[in-house]
């Protein structure tokens, strides 16, 4: 397999429960990015990594493989990079193939989406990740001309700078195996970031975010996918 898209989905949510598989627009929220990426048609095997049962058979019913995720994978303190490797892993994925990482809490990213950042893979960029200008300042990234990322050197640099300033989306982490098993980092100095817009990168832990994720869906504003 080349390419692999990983969904790490655990069930014990305490800011809100059961979140994983609440309906948004009369989907499951898991559904809303299996079924973006079976629609981007640039996956070789579409994963889900759970320990719950609930979020396992919603994801199976959105056609997505599912593997069963260790307990010691699933706590609150559970580092997301050891349970990326425990999917490769067990996949038997090979060195010379990727995956995309996707957060099923960031509903809005789209099949077009996903190929815009496969197709910026390459050319001196080891790994893509998705981006959206904005703070936290603390999470600030400065982007390049040639669109690679690199840290805000400071709080008062970003704020002075004439680009702004840029954050990881949790949507949209592209990394190679082999090198995701050497550093066991999402992202590095050649890694190209991918800008999507702050309705594109809603990120839902709390309930006044998966509101709002709600009013864009019932106004029209995003639609859910196919």
Partial sequence: MDLVAVIPARGGSKRLPGKNIRPLGGLPLIAWTIRAAI?????????????????????????????????????????????????????????????????????????????????????????????????????????????????????????HDDSPPYRPNGAIYLQNCGLFRQHAQFHDTATRGYVMRFTDSIDIDELDEFELAEALVSAGIKKRPA
């Fill in 39 to 159: 629609e981007a048609s640039i996956f070789d095997e579409i994963v889900v990594t759970t320990d719950d049962s609930g979020i396992s058979a919603c994801a199976q019913d959105a056609g997505a493989r599912v593997i069963d995720r260790p307990a010691v994978l699933a706590s609150d303190t559970a580092c997301s990079a050891d349970v990326v490797r425990h999917a490769i892993d067990l996949l038997k994925l090979p060195d010379a193939a990727s995956f995309m990482l996707m957060q099923p809490t960031s509903p809005f990213r789209t099949a077009e989406h996903m190929r815009e950042a496969l197709a910026l893979r390459g050319h001196g960029c080891s790994s893509v990740m998705g981006i959206v200008a904005g703070k936290p300042l603390g999470w600030a990234l400065n982007m390049d001309s040639d669109g690679m990322l690199h840290p805000a050197l400071s709080a008062q640099a970003v704020l």
